[in-house]
């Protein structure tokens, strides 16, 4: 396999850095790279600046807003976004439901909700995960029985994340009761103001608002909001999975913390010497960074084959990805040690020019190892990935 750009993926490359150094703020890039807390406007306000460049949803197709980019161009982009430490264009508009909405929505649904998504004018939410069906989604309760011309969407999804700030809310409910679980679920787009729901937060261990429960309540949904058939949403449910858990390797931003860890540990000393000159603290960075470009060349060679979809191989994906993202955040806790104690929500949340233990860096690292145990369950868990790489690449 050829790691080496071409000449035209080289200018392609430089013509994306001097877009992000030309365009991205420096405020919303200070808080990305120093990992504190990103509001909505904050993402509203970076996806517009790509959207009127055109460069919003890189994948989707030309004719409904794409890039017309490579495979390989779009993980140019998505590394140097990292680089430069950009706010991410949030996944569940561009990259989960629009391409469910591409393939198996109706003419008019298209027409209607895309450009909205391309230049975020609804922001979505995804209504999956449910109490008692978090990796075993199948065994949703949710239902929606018809009622003339609208559905009827009794039930609860919980980790809804940013749901808080939703406009729309793709879900998957139960329409027929009566079958085996996987054949009697549906797909709605549920506007997220329609009476009846309720958002209640969920405040995580870093006492951050990220994920809420919604109730429906009777919430009356128009049947021109079904995507597809009735009782196929379980199709569409797991080809937007492909599509979500491919993402969530996350490669190029743990490059970028790599490189963020490995400034960490030149300024923390040990016996008088940088950390990252301690035999045993370099073997830990090396090895993380050796299993990190591994990872890589694995995204390089799903995304080279244009011809396919997101396979089994996203499971492998998401599951080597979050292993390694949880690693980085270790390291970097072990790497401040004390200093990891404070905890300085006012600084977190842009309230404080400084962090009150007066070191701004070390600031946020406690709570960003916390959040990040989430990115193992999240997604489908870890566990279930296995029995899928189990079952559909080794055929145990």
């Known amino acids: 396999m050829d790691l080496h750009y071409t ?3 080289t200018a392609f490359r430089d013509t994306v850095r001097a877009f992000l150094d030309t365009h991205l703020p420096a405020d919303l ?22 959207a009127k460049q055109g460069w919003a949803a890189p994948a989707w197709p030309v004719e409904h807003g794409g890039t017309g980019w490579t495979a390989v161009q779009r993980h140019i982009w998505e590394d140097e976004c990292a680089r430069a430490a950009t706010p991410p264009i949030l996944p569940f508009g561009v990259n989960m439901v629009a391409p469910v909405i591409m393939a198996f929505a109706n003419a008019e649904q298209k027409a209607y909700y ?63 009761s009566t079958v085996r679980k996987q054949e009697g679920i549906s797909f709605l787009l549920i506007d997220m103001k329609t009476p009846g729901i309720t958002v209640r937060p969920i405040i995580m261990l870093d006492e951050e608002h990220e994920v809420n ?30 599509h979500e858990r491919t993402g969530i390797a996350a490669v190029g931003r743990s490059k970028r913390e790599l490189t963020f860890l490995k400034q960490l540990a030149m300024q923390q000393t040990k016996r008088g010497a940088p950390l990252l000159h301690d035999p045993a603290f370099a073997a830990k960075v090396a090895n993380l960074e050796i299993e990190l470009m591994a990872l890589e060349m694995t995204v390089l060679r ?61 600031a946020p690292l406690a709570a960003y190892y916390f959040n990040y145990r989430k990115t193992s369950i999240y997604g489908g868990s870890n566990e279930i990935q296995k029995n899928i790489i189990t079952q559909m690449i080794l055929g145990l």
């Open 7 to 9: 000449a035209g993926e």
């Open 29 to 50: 890039q200070r808080k990305v790279r120093q990992h504190l807390r990103l509001n909505r406007d904050d993402y509203v306000r970076w996806h517009k600046i790509v």
């Open 114 to 176: 895309l450009p909205r998504i391309l230049n975020c004018d609804d922001w979505w939410c995804q209504g999956y995960s449910e109490p008692g069906a978090g990796s075993d989604l199948a065994s949703l309760k949710t239902t929606a029985q018809r009622d003339g011309d609208h559905y009827i969407v009794n039930g609860q999804k919980t980790w809804t994340t940013l749901g808080q700030h939703a406009d729309m809310i793709f879900c998957l409910v139960r329409t027929d």
């Open 213 to 242: 429960e919604v109730f429906f309540d009777n919430v009356r949904v128009p049947v021109s909001n079904l995507v597809g058939q009735e009782n196929k949403g379980w199709t569409y449910a797991k080809y937007l999975l492909g």
């Open 302 to 362: 799903v995304i080279s084959d244009e011809g396919k979809g997101p396979g089994p191989q996203a499971s492998m994906l998401k599951v080597r990805g979050s292993e390694l993202q949880q690693q980085l955040t270790e390291l970097m806790v072990e790497a401040i040690g004390p200093q990891a104690l404070p905890f300085d929500p006012a600084f977190l949340d842009g309230g404080a020019p400084h962090s009150a233990g007066g070191d701004d860096l070390a």
